[in-house]
């Protein structure tokens, strides 16, 4: 773990370290999360409503183009039903998130975004029937994915961002999980609310 948030900050902070006349900012930001599971593990997946928190920090800016490094904390996973064994329950998966976003700004204030992401695996549960099991042992503990997105700043610092994360990587750990053609990848609509200090 403590290697984990090592990566995550240095990557949070590293863009910035190699242009030093480059001004930077720090901000926080919070929001909602409705993720989703895509692949052939259970009937179907119905997604899951939770929250993400974390901080960014912003450099590189010029007139239309800046970067912007995160360092997110983010409730994801799924409500599934299993027909053939008639049972339901909720995969909630939480994850540490480094995205690296390009904003191109189209306009003042208003900015399209895009970028990719590493999540660092940080718990895993299956809750179904009033119990809970770790499947964490089941997962990747590593998850990459490309977010594509828009965002919409203030004069004071506070701004508005809507999301979307597309995971590229088939979650599923095949050497303790052994299911023909199961597949696992995240996906996540955010819609956040944060503020440059």
């Known amino acids: ?6 990566i ?5 902070f590293s863009f910035n370290a190699l242009n030093a006349q480059s001004p930077f900012r720090i901000g926080v930001k919070a929001g909602v999360n409705f993720s989703d599971i895509t692949g052939e593990m259970v009937d179907s997946f119905n997604g899951r409503t939770a929250f993400h928190a ?3 920090v912003e450099g590189f800016k010029c007139e239309k183009f800046a970067l912007q490094a995160e360092l997110v ?3 994801q996973g799924s409500d599934y039903e299993e027909e053939e064994f ?3 329950g909720t995969v909630k998966v939480d994850y540490l998130n ?3 976003m390009g904003k191109y700004y189209v306009a003042e204030g208003f900015s399209l975004q895009a970028g990719p992401q590493i999540g660092f695996l940080l718990s895993a549960t299956d809750e179904f029937e009033g119990e809970e099991e770790d499947i964490k042992d089941f997962l990747k503990g590593t998850d990459f994915g490309v977010n594509f997105g828009l965002g919409y700043e203030l004069d004071n610092g506070l701004n ?7 995971g590229l990587s088939d979650n599923l750990d095949t050497t303790e999980f052994e299911s023909e053609g199961a597949e696992y990848k ?3 609509i955010q819609i956040s609310v944060g503020w440059f200090f």
């Open 160 to 166: 508005f961002a809507a999301r979307y994360n597309v």
């Open 186 to 188: 995240n996906s996540v």
């Open 98 to 100: 480094i995205p690296i």
């Open 1 to 6: 773990m403590k290697k984990l948030l090592l």
């Open 73 to 75: 904390y983010s409730l």
């Open 8 to 12: 995550a900050v240095l990557a949070l």
């Open 54 to 56: 974390g901080l960014m």
């Open 86 to 88: 008639d049972i339901s």
